[in-house]
């Protein structure tokens, strides 16, 4: 059974960060793209950050770049997401994904989920 799960989440005052990790097991995704998601209240799920497989290319939100850093770790079949500088507006579920196709936009090109881990963050 193919899973990813997530875990790092939690409460954090603006300003400060969070390490967010996704293991996967069943499987190895060591040839997907993997990516990160949010989805806050009312609003559509967002796609934060991806990541190439080899780990060389990266792509980022307008709304996280340079205060977000994904990275992979293919031996571990797990990648990460540090999250600095955070605001209230980062407040949301954070999920990770994978992807057999490369460094794909498209939420539904992502094949592959996790539950989601919950980021609040405080004023």
């Known amino acids: 059974q193919v899973q990813l799960v997530e875990s790092g989440g939690g409460l954090v005052q603006a300003g400060g960060s969070l390490r967010l990790s996704c293991a996967a097991s069943g499987r190895t995704f060591s040839s997907y793209t993997r990516g990160w998601f949010r989805q806050a209240p009312g609003k559509e799920r967002e796609l934060l950050a991806a990541i190439s497989y080899s780990g060389t290319t990266t792509y980022y939100a307008d709304s996280v770049k340079g205060r977000f850093t994904i990275s992979r770790d293919n031996a571990k079949n797990t990648v990460y997401l540090q999250m600095n500088s955070l605001k209230p507006e980062d407040t949301a579920v954070y999920s990770c994904?994978?992807?057999?196709?490369?460094?794909?936009?498209?939420?539904?090109?992502?094949?592959?989920w996790g539950q989601g881990t919950q980021v609040t963050v405080s004023p």
């Open positions: 994904a994978a992807s057999p196709k490369y460094l794909p936009i498209l939420t539904a090109s992502y094949n592959a």
